[in-house]
């Protein structure tokens, strides 16, 4: 009797969170490398990006830096409020910078 009820209560479990998952509004993630991408209204170029839509946009990736001995990568991320423009957030090692353009993806927050 005892694994019957354990049995019944985590199937109903899996489908009640599948249920829940399938109905809930779910957030998008859309690439933006090359300067513009998928994202209707979110454009980059560089380490800038520029919103011009009613959302609120967390913008991540990674960019390549470089320096007087190489290079190597670091990543960049913003939060960017609807219609507003701003330069990426970036962490390169050392003293490199950022150069080229950076691969990123826009989520939507809503």
Known sequence: MGHRFALGVGVASALLTATVGLTAPAAGAFPLGGGGGMTPGLKCSGITCTNNTDRVY????????Q?????N???VS??????Q??????????????????NVIGTYEG
């Open 78 to 83: 913003a939060r960017i409020e609807p219609r």
């Open 67 to 71: 320096d007087e001995f190489g290079t």
């Open 85 to 102: 423009t701003v330069d990426l957030q970036y962490v390169c090692a050392a003293a490199s910078v950022p150069v080229g353009e950076p």
């Open 58 to 65: 967390l913008v991540s990736g990674t960019v390549t830096c």
């Open 73 to 75: 990568f670091g990543t």
